[in-house]
């Protein structure tokens, strides 16, 4: 009985072993493939301080008291686009007319970033490096007569522009 079960055995592992197809060896790469859009994002934001200057006609950032705004602007792509809006006054108190005001903006910040927004009109543009750019904001609005008593709040706009 033994003798049989070996038997069989033998003759079962032989008929696997002539069976069996030698398998080959093979490869294939599996790919991934993405897209990483140009992109800027603010953040660390702190509002300026607007203060009234010796003249008494003039509320700016840089006058004694005054604080510039500072924000983080970090890009993925070098010589992203800044463009930096004139000032907009979102409160003011009965009397005042800011469209007689004559307004500034200066930015500055990362390296060689300096921009200059004479009159408070219009769009001013500058560019923003490869990494992390730390940006001052200051601005200046005033008129030729003393200003009224009373709150004031100004916004200036910045906004970067992809290729």
């Not at 398998?23 to 859009?37: I, P, R, T």
């Not at 009109?121 to 007569?145: D, E, F, P």
Request: proline share 4%.
């Amino acid at each position: 009985m033994i003798a049989r079960s070996l038997l069989l055995s033998v003759i079962v592992l032989g008929s696997t072993l002539a069976c069996t197809t030698s398998a080959k060896a093979g490869s294939v790469d599996v790919l991934f493939n993405g897209v990483v859009q140009q992109a800027c994002t603010f953040s660390n934001k702190v509002d300026g301080q607007l203060a009234l200057d010796a003249t008494g006609t003039t509320l700016s950032s840089l006058a004694a008291g005054g604080t510039a705004g500072t924000v983080t602007v970090t890009c993925n792509a070098p010589a992203t686009l800044l463009t930096i809006n004139a000032p907009v006054s979102r409160t003011a108190p009965a009397g005042y007319t800011d469209a007689s005001a004559t307004k500034t903006v200066l930015v500055t910040g990362g390296v060689g970033l300096n921009v200059t927004l004479p009159g408070g009109v219009g769009v001013g543009t500058g560019l923003l490096l490869l990494g992390v750019n730390n940006l001052s904001v200051n601005m200046t609005a005033g008129l030729t007569t003393p200003l009224p008593a009373g709150d004031y709040q100004y916004a200036v706009t910045l906004t970067t522009v992809g290729p």
